[in-house]
């Protein structure tokens, strides 16, 4: 099935520039909303954003699109993307709308669209899309007196903000804690640093500037130096680290050091295991998740099921086999017993959860394994693909023969940028990174 719009994850690409411009914008709002416009109810479409520049653009666009087909828009200003999939399904909405292009730079944006239970739609549902927008407008357009209205919802941070508390267990207080919070400059930077205050931490907010052109940047979960930085010269408990719309978290420790995705779903995993509470007998993972997040989970008598990298493949598993926790390395994790996708600041507050309850540091509870060594690098070309040069294929095909069944290599292009990405890990330090940088050197030598 060929897309022309739709990519891994929505439609996505660099603003005033072919597919996020505010033209497809209108026909993405006009055709989405047609496609959802079922029965005689007045159809609800909820419309999230981050602080990019190019927001205001393509919201407005949005809504003249999805008002033109009879649908209201519920606006609910810079909100996380969690946060617009719990407020489609909590307002009765039959289509919620993200405009974000997640952890790249303010120069891009993008458009992500969820059905009305919360999930992102499904390629079927955005192949249908295409064919509308395809389609003239006049065939799509509402009566005069069917028109949508627009107004803003000025209750949506609050409404997302008890939910968030509500994940905790009972009597889950952070009174004492000292959190150093990074919002990236993106969509959570009022969110974020409230509901850690409400729950009685004393609360350090950075990145809460945002000024449309600093989303993501040299701050966040990309960018994690600066908050690692803080964090020690506050002398902070924890740092969490978002991304501009805030799926995606990176805790800091008492020290200023990393912890990732995969550490970070250890953590929960065990903790929900303890209460009884983890279902379909351990986690799904991405094949970037760390060989040793696998050992470890197998030493506890847990599963780690992997699927091709993306948040939806995650989810998709989640749904088929009754798995609750899942997610990616990157910090994208999945509580689907609260989220339809993932919520980087419920993973906080459940990470939070369990240092309050340990009375142990956060580098001692959030270093569940040793991770096997592993290398990954980016490879980024300006046309054609690397991956079909036959010197790239042969290289590769040397790097698995040497690796064997000691390690692993994972080669793909990205899916929201013309990027490979080329990881293994091992055993063997030395061995892997002479094997990802000889690949590394055949794919420039492609893309030259």
Not at 107 to 127: A, Q
Not at 144 to 159: F, H, L, M, T, V
Not at 413 to 419: A, I, K, L, M
Request: with cysteine; glycine share 12%.
């Amino acid at each position: 099935m060929t897309r022309k719009f739709f990519g891994t994850d929505g439609i996505r690409g660099t603003a005033n520039a072919s597919p996020m411009t505010s033209e497809i914008a209108l026909k993405v709002g006009m055709a989405a909303g047609k496609l959802f416009t079922n029965g005689d109810h007045r159809h609800r479409v909820v419309i999230g954003k981050d602080t990019r520049l190019s927001g205001y653009m393509i919201e407005s666009a949005l809504v003249s699109g999805f008002t033109a087909v009879g649908m209201d828009v519920f606006q609910l200003g810079p909100m996380p993307t969690p946060a617009v999939a719990m407020l489609t399904r909590s307002l009765r909405a039959d289509l919620g709308v993200m405009i974000s292009a997640s952890h790249n730079p303010y120069e891009d944006n993008g458009i992500k669209l969820f059905g009305p239970d919360g999930y992102k739609l499904s390629d079927e549902t955005e192949h249908e899309i295409e064919g509308l927008i395809e389609q003239s407008s006049d065939t799509l357009l509402a009566k005069p007196d069917d028109i949508g209205r627009a107004k803003r919802i000025d209750s949506a941070q609050e409404r997302y903000i008890e939910f968030a508390k509500r994940t905790l267990p009972r009597n889950i207080r952070f009174d004492g804690l000292r959190v150093v919070v990074d919002c990236a400059n993106g969509s959570a930077y009022q969110v974020a640093p409230a509901a850690l205050w409400e729950l009685g931490a004393e609360v350090i907010s950075v990145g809460v500037e945002p000024n449309g052109f600093n989303i993501n940047k040299d701050c966040g979960s990309t960018s994690p130096a600066a908050l690692c930085k803080k964090v020690r010269e506050v002398r902070a408990d924890i740092g969490i680290a978002l991304d501009g719309d805030a799926d995606r978290v990176l805790i800091i420790d008492e020290k200023g050091q990393v912890i990732d995705g995969d550490q970070l779903m250890a953590v929960v995993a065990q903790s929900w295991k303890n209460r009884g509470r983890l279902a379909g007998g351990g986690i799904v993972a991405t094949v970037m998740s760390n060989l040793g997040l696998e050992r470890h989970l197998e030493s506890l008598g847990l599963s780690l099921a992997r699927t091709p990298v993306g948040d939806r493949y995650v989810v998709e598993h989640m749904r088929k086999h009754g798995f609750n926790v899942g997610g990616e390395q990157s910090g994208h994790i999945v509580l689907s017993d609260y989220s339809t996708t993932g919520d980087g600041l419920v993973t906080a507050l459940q990470v939070l959860a369990v240092v309050t309850e340990s009375g142990k540091p956060v580098s001692e509870v959030c270093n569940q394994f040793e991770p096997m060594p592993q290398v990954l690098k980016n490879v980024r070309f300006k046309k054609g693909q690397p991956l079909d040069d036959q010197k790239v294929i042969q290289v590769i095909d040397e790097g698995k023969g040497r690796l064997g069944k000691a390690g692993r290599l994972v080669i793909r292009p990205s899916g929201t940028e013309p990027v490979i990405r080329v990881m293994a890990e091992g055993d063997d330090a030395k061995l892997i990174g002479k094997v990802v940088n000889d690949i590394v050197d055949a794919l420039k030598g492609a893309a030259a």
